[in-house]
């Protein structure tokens, strides 16, 4: 006797499978398909059958839908019962959330390790920002305070440092959208069952990056705009 899930009956080409003949044997049941392998998989044809009588070298298994109110004694009923009738068999107990942790523990791990070097990433490129921006406010400073006197409002001389290096921001980002498109999908094509990339994310994406610029590189603008032209020319 045979149990086939929806895929199977499908790949054969069957409307119904119920009493058809099959291997050795009959159908006697047709499930709704289910995951039995890892999740990034497609559910493939599937048929179960009981293990004959002269062959009990092969274990199978039995799947329980528990209540967690009390795990201990209901595991420990069933390890009696299973003893009772069926002594020769193994008892080993597997709970579904363990089994799907470990299972995509390396996913989760990856995970941990990308967020950690994109922070990473983050604090040099906006070091690297603060250094550039602080170099530029040195060697324009005679230039600063010109503007200044000729009348440079804070806003003009924060915008005039600012738009370079905002400017490279943009350009950046324009050639990191096509890169991380294709490496994402390359990376979701091992899933069968994925996400579709929106574009809001990569809108998000930039907003962010080029805030983060603005904020590392407003800060020395800033304070190279309201700094006396005076005493900037003076030392100059």
């Given at each position: 006797?045979?149990?086939?899930?929806e895929?199977?009956?499908?790949?054969i080409?069957?409307?119904?499978?119920?009493?058809?003949?099959f291997?050795?044997?009959?159908?006697?049941?047709?499930?709704?398909?289910?995951?039995?392998?890892p999740?990034?998989?497609?559910?493939?044809?599937?048929?179960?059958?009981?293990?004959?009588?002269?062959?009990?070298?092969?274990?199978?298994?039995?799947?329980?839908?528990?209540?967690?109110?009390?795990?201990e004694?209901?595991?420990?009923?069933?390890?009696?019962?299973?003893?009772?009738?069926?002594?020769?068999?193994?008892?080993?107990?597997q709970?579904?959330?363990?089994?799907?942790?470990?299972?995509?523990?390396?996913?989760q791990r990856?995970?941990?390790?990308?967020?950690?070097?994109?922070?990473?990433?983050?604090?040099?490129?906006?070091?690297?920002?603060?250094?550039?921006?602080?170099?530029?406010?040195?060697q324009?400073?005679?230039?600063?305070?010109i503007?200044?006197?000729?009348?440079?409002s804070i806003?003009?001389?924060?915008?005039?440092?600012?738009?370079?290096?905002?400017?490279?921001?943009?350009?950046?980002?324009?050639?990191?959208?096509?890169?991380?498109?294709?490496?994402?999908n390359?990376?979701?094509?091992?899933?069968a069952?994925?996400?579709?990339?929106?574009?809001?994310?990569?809108?998000?994406?930039?907003?962010?990056?080029?805030?983060?610029?603005?904020?590392?590189?407003?800060?020395?603008?800033?304070?190279?705009?309201?700094?006396?032209?005076?005493?900037?020319?003076?030392?100059?």
């Open positions: 006797k045979y149990i086939l899930n895929s199977a009956v499908k790949a080409g069957w409307e119904s499978a119920l009493g058809k003949q291997r050795d044997g009959q159908v006697i049941g047709v499930v709704k398909d289910f995951h039995f392998q999740l990034d998989l497609n559910i493939e044809p599937l048929f179960m059958t009981l293990h004959s009588e002269s062959n009990r070298s092969r274990f199978g298994r039995i799947a329980f839908k528990l209540q967690m109110d009390d795990v004694n209901t595991v420990a009923h069933i390890q009696s019962t299973m003893s009772n009738l069926v002594p020769q068999y193994p008892f080993d107990v709970f579904m959330d363990e089994a799907y942790n470990q299972m995509y523990e390396s996913e990856f995970g941990k390790a990308f967020n950690v070097f994109t922070l990473l990433a983050l604090f040099i490129a906006c070091m690297g920002l603060f250094g550039l921006i602080s170099h530029q406010v040195v324009r400073t005679k230039e600063i305070g503007r200044k006197v000729l009348g440079a806003n003009n001389v924060v915008v005039l440092l600012s738009k370079d290096f905002l400017r490279l921001t943009l350009i950046a980002f324009v050639i990191a959208i096509p890169i991380t498109y294709y490496a994402m390359q990376w979701l094509e091992n899933f069952y994925r996400i579709h990339i929106s574009w809001w994310v990569f809108v998000l994406t930039g907003v962010g990056a080029i805030g983060i610029a603005l904020l590392t590189v407003s800060f020395q603008s800033l304070k190279a705009a309201i700094a006396n032209p005076i005493k900037a020319l003076r030392n100059e």
